[in-house]
């Protein structure tokens, strides 16, 4: 069975500080996702990272794929009440196959 | 902005009965997925079609579930007989060809209670 383990499962901190986000497997993705979902909508589509020891920034969101291509990290700089959510990695084992998610990370940002 | 859209938003129903959810892709997608997602386990996979064939329902309990693509334009899921434990939030995706650069695009989830 391929696993995809997200840590923490929940997060609550202060606005202005840093968090960060791990998701790891045991086997090798071919590309690996980040969603944020929002209560009463469906996940929405933050990154997708393919190569190894890649890092993409989106403003104070920093996502990582490690040199292995078996974990990534979301690091938020800064985290505003704007950025409470649910945050969910997803990966493929192989292109052009299904996508698997991760338990989540509900972080909750307060003022 | 393209969206994907699923009918009903909410059902509340009573133990077998039969339900059935709707998903019209995104125009130009060809692959779709119905995903379920509870507290306890997460969002998990019960199919995916590609170019309307069905790629994948090893997620999906065969027993009671189905999912068909009668069209390009239309997925549906469906539950007969429905138990109390098929209460979820039901979500079906969609994506294009180059998924592993753009994602895949979510609708906004059937909401199901079975009472």
């Known amino acids: 069975t391929q696993l995809l383990e997200q840590s923490p499962q929940f997060l609550s901190i202060q606005e202005g500080e840093n968090l960060t986000v791990y998701c790891n497997s045991s086997s090798v993705f071919s590309s690996l996702q980040w969603y944020r979902q929002e209560p009463g909508e469906g996940p929405v589509l933050l990154v997708t990272v393919v190569t190894g020891g890649e890092v993409k920034k989106l403003k104070r969101l920093t996502f990582q794929f490690g040199d292995a291509r078996k974990d990534s990290s979301l690091h938020i700089t800064a985290a505003q009440t704007g950025d409470t959510g649910l945050y969910l990695c997803a990966g493929r084992y192989n292109q052009g196959g299904k996508l698997i998610f991760g338990q989540g990370t509900e972080l909750s940002v307060k003022p | 902005d393209a969206r994907v859209t699923q009918t009903p938003r909410h059902k509340v129903t009573e133990m077998g009965q039969e339900v059935t959810m709707r998903c019209q892709p995104i125009l130009g997608h060809n692959t779709v997925f119905w995903y379920r997602q509870t507290m306890m386990q997460g969002l998990e996979l019960l199919a995916y079609?590609?170019?309307?064939?069905?790629?994948?329902d090893s997620g999906m309990p065969k027993d009671r579930f189905s999912a068909e693509m009668p069209d390009a334009t239309l997925a549906t899921l469906k539950i007969q007989p429905s138990e109390p434990r098929d209460s979820a939030v039901y979500f079906c995706a969609s994506g294009a060809d180059r998924v592993d650069r753009d994602g895949y695009t979510f609708g906004s989830g059937t909401r199901l209670t079975v009472v």
């Open positions: 079609f590609r170019n309307r064939a069905p790629l994948d």
